[in-house]
């Protein structure tokens, strides 16, 4: 096959993981708590874990989002008692989001969870070295960078 077939081939082997991951996070799940929570719903505590201290805006920007729907997520997780708001002291207009000890449950069972799927991924790829991961990386990155483009209405096609 030539470069663009190969290339071709990619893509379509791209498309179809997206599906993949689309339909497994369509699955509410447990994460060490009784609630099912959704793959959306766990990545952002996932995100308000990470940085302990986080705004709508601040979550809305890092996953591409609107603050709207992200203001529906934290609604939800909330009243799940997974997360909390309050008005951050030194800026009255900013509201600062937050794990509950029961949203740090969830967190540190879903990190434990992705360290161990993580695993078994990289033991069935054992024949590929860190500079094919590299590799894989920095085209998936560019590709990320063309899907980005489009979805602010920039041209995907460079002339």
Do not use: W
């Not at 986080?54 to 997360?83: G, H, Y």
């Amino acid at each position: 096959m030539n470069r663009e077939e190969v290339f071709n081939e990619l893509m379509e082997t791209l498309y179809e993981t997206s599906r993949l991951i689309n339909s497994y996070e369509s699955i509410p799940r447990k994460y060490g708590t009784e609630d099912e929570l959704f793959m959306v719903e766990v990545h952002t505590l996932g995100l308000i874990g990470n940085h302990r201290k986080i705004t709508t805006s601040e979550i809305a920007e890092i996953t591409n989002r609107t603050k709207s729907a992200v203001s529906q997520m934290v609604e939800k997780i909330i009243k799940k008692d997974l997360a909390v708001k309050y008005r951050n002291p030194n800026n009255y207009r900013e509201l600062i989001i937050e794990l509950t000890p029961k949203g740090q449950i969830v967190y540190e069972y879903h990190k434990n969870l992705d360290e161990v799927e993580y695993g078994k991924h990289l033991k069935n790829l054992k024949e590929y070295t860190a500079e094919d991961f590299q590799i894989f990386t920095r085209m998936t990155k560019e590709l990320n960078c063309g899907v980005e483009r489009a979805l602010n209405g920039k041209d995907v096609l460079e002339k």
